[in-house]
């Protein structure tokens, strides 16, 4: 989007109406660029030392995976900023083959909420850094592959509504290794936490939610195998595991 400097705008016009002054003309220009500029947000500074810390031979999250090994991770931190844009301020998740953080993109504008625009232009983002597997090199880069081709199909199926987007993609480098970066919607709990949350309920699931949720995730699934000829495969019970709920609906 081309921006404009502020000289070429003139409160002088007689075009003006007389019943805003100097001042309100200023402020009212002002406000208008913030909306169609991408102005960067400054970015926010993080203590370096917190009340209560767990001792180095601790292992916690990823550590604990019977497949983890310290090279395969990118060393994130809260505070990091990546791209000059993506903020890390909290952690996600976890798994064998990434992480997952909480990052405030400081490209966000304030007042962009007047437009009505996606998801893709809210404050909040998840980018998911991937692990780099010496003896898999190919691994990591098969869900960039996945979405890239996911963003060409051209299709009316409800289902791929349901899909989580790609919003943006870029590589990082730790000892040698290449990290690839996903930038996403951040999401909600999973199925399988929100059957957590009442073990002892005999059905975790209210019937009309258990209809929808299935009627969405067979959609969903329809779209990929019928129009994207894409086959999503998996060790884990991908039914309760995967499926996340949106935080913006």
């Known amino acids: 989007m081309k921006t404009f400097p502020s000289s070429i705008i003139s409160i002088e ?34 203590l370096s030392t917190s009340s209560y810390l767990l001792s180095p031979k601790t292992p916690v999250e990823e550590e604990r995976l019977s497949c983890y090994s310290p090279e395969d991770y990118y060393p994130v931190s809260i505070g990091d900023v990546f791209k000059s844009r993506y903020q890390v301020v909290g952690k996600l998740g976890y798994g064998a083959y990434s992480t997952v953080w909480l990052c405030r993109d400081l490209r966000y504008r304030p007042l962009a909420f007047w437009l009505k625009i996606t998801p893709s232009h809210r404050e909040y983002k998840a980018l998911k850094v991937s692990t780099s597997l010496s003896e898999f090199p190919q691994a990591s880069a098969r869900e960039l592959k996945v979405y ?9 199926h409800p289902g791929q509504s349901l899909i989580r987007e790609l919003y943006d993609t870029f590589e990082i480098e730790s000892l040698g290794r290449k990290h690839y970066c996903l930038v996403q919607q951040p999401m909600h709990m999973s199925l399988l936490d929100m059957m957590n949350l009442n073990p002892e309920q005999p059905e975790p699931f209210p019937v009309p939610l258990l209809k929808t949720t299935l009627r969405r995730l067979l959609s969903a699934l329809d779209f990929l195998h019928t129009d994207a000829q894409v086959i999503h495969t998996g060790m884990c019970n991908p039914v309760t595991a995967n499926p996340m709920q949106s935080i913006w609906h």
Not at 25 to 35: E, G, I, P, Q, Y
Not at 148 to 156: A, F, G, I, T
Request: avoid cysteine.
């Open 148 to 156: 890239e081709h996911l963003s060409q199909v051209k299709s009316n």
């Open 13 to 46: 016009t007689p075009l003006v109406p007389k019943f805003f002054d100097h001042h309100s003309m200023a402020v009212l220009f002002s406000m208008l660029k913030n909306v169609f500029e991408m102005r960067m947000s400054r970015a926010k500074k993080f």
